[in-house]
């Protein structure tokens, strides 16, 4: 629009030389044409009609107006005008563009800007939730720890009431229940030791009693970095060659879930200076090194925490006359043990005697046919009397 009020502007400049009059004569009217103008003029003053500015033509090479009859009245301060508003025009509109082009640039980059700030923003705020919700789940935990500690800890100030109204002496009721707490039947057992009789009766009897469960131990003695996990009994067998204490103390560490440890070692671990015991133990030392493997659990016991029972057996043989037992608190008596009633008091140590907790005991056979239960009961009460050496030496 602008450029075409301009053409306009330039058209009508162009046009006014071309409304002639005479000297004395009067402005022609505004609605005649320049045409008609021309010719009113030449007709008043005798003088040849005037051509038309629309018939003008600009002369090659100059800013001027040439008519038909060769006389041309140049018009440079219009043209220039008109070209400097032209070129004002250009460089405003470059002005503009350019100015677009910055600003577009400008919004691109801050928007880039924007973008990574809000990324880190979220991932700042990603890692803040979860370390709070981590935080909220410790704190859960252990509130959760602390709640069963007071539950427990409610439940016995419970029962040391009850028993203090049921008139029982709370210190001996507090021996009990700890050794009633700590003979809680095992579960699953590993059967340890070299391949003897012995071993093989033991595994045959804890297999057919009802609610046990065997482990897979056949390698437990030659592999170093295997982890017990399901046993909470292990029962070592030396009534043979002697263990190492070193690799029964390893096993018992890798044990994730012990409670109870049984040895079945030899009689005269505690005499073996005195005859026989002493011609046996010099050519191998043999029961100084059982003797060393049973100080190592007991060690052992009291740093971890399981129960232990140690048997001591005197030669296992197969003699079906000695089908009875006699039981002995400590390191007595020399006689021999059938293999099967051997392997019936481990069970009777793992199972059914509480007497057998972290104790030492002796076992040889007698004279009978077999034993009863109730035999075995009065076997183990033997125990409970002052002889019996409960935690080991002092």
């Excluded at 263990?243 to 029964?248: G, K, N």
């Excluded at 925490?305 to 048997?311: D, E, Q, V």
């Excluded at 006689?335 to 005991?361: F, H, K, R, T, W």
Aim: glycine share 8%; charged share 30%; aromatic share 4%.
């Amino acid at each position: 629009n602008m450029a075409l009020a301009l053409l306009l502007t330039v058209l009508g400049a162009c046009a006014a030389p071309s409304l002639a009059f005479s000297p004395g004569g009067s402005l022609p009217s505004p609605r005649l044409s320049f045409a008609h103008s021309s010719a009113l003029s030449s007709g008043v003053m005798g003088r040849p009609p005037v051509p038309s500015a629309v018939g003008a033509t600009l002369s090659p090479g100059r800013n001027s107006l040439f008519r038909p009859n060769g006389r041309g009245r140049a018009a440079p301060m219009a043209l220039r005008m008109a070209q400097d508003d032209m070129d004002d025009l250009a460089k405003k509109f470059e002005q503009e563009k350019q100015t677009r082009i910055e600003m577009d640039k400008i919004f691109s980059d801050a928007s880039k800007d924007l973008e990574n700030l809000a990324n880190k923003e979220m991932e700042t705020l990603k890692e803040e939730t979860e370390g709070l919700l981590q935080q909220r789940e410790e704190e859960w935990e252990a509130l959760g720890n602390k709640a069963a500690e007071a539950m427990v800890g409610k439940v016995d100030s419970l029962a040391e009431d009850f028993l203090k109204k049921a008139g029982r002496s709370t210190d001996d009721d507090d021996d009990d229940f700890e050794e009633m707490e700590r003979f809680l039947g095992p579960s699953e057992v590993a059967v340890v030791g070299e391949k003897t009789p012995l071993r093989d009766e033991v595994e045959a009897r804890v297999r057919g009693y009802g609610g046990l469960e065997m482990s897979s131990c056949e390698r437990l003695l030659e592999t170093r970095g295997m982890v017990i996990e399901k046993s909470d009994t292990l029962v070592f067998v030396g009534d043979g060659d002697a263990l190492d204490r070193y690799t029964v103390e390893r096993l018992i560490k890798r044990c994730q879930k012990l409670r109870r440890v049984v040895i079945v070692s030899s009689l005269g671990v505690e005499r073996s200076n005195l005859f026989p015991f002493s011609l046996q133990n010099a050519l191998t030392g043999s029961l100084d090194k059982k003797r060393d493997v049973e100080l190592g659990v007991i060690e052992l016991s009291k740093k971890l925490g399981f129960a232990f029972s140690m048997l001591r057996v005197g030669k296992v043989g197969t003699d079906a006359s000695l089908g009875g037992v006699q039981v002995a608190a400590g390191d007595q008596m020399s006689e021999d043990i059938n293999v099967g009633v051997a392997a019936d008091a481990v069970v009777q140590a793992l199972m059914l005697q509480p007497a057998a907790l972290n104790c030492s005991m002796s076992l040889v056979g007698v004279k009978a046919k077999e034993v009863t239960q109730d035999e075995w009961d009065d076997e183990f009460l033997r125990l409970e009397g002052p002889e019996v050496w409960r935690g080991g030496p002092t």
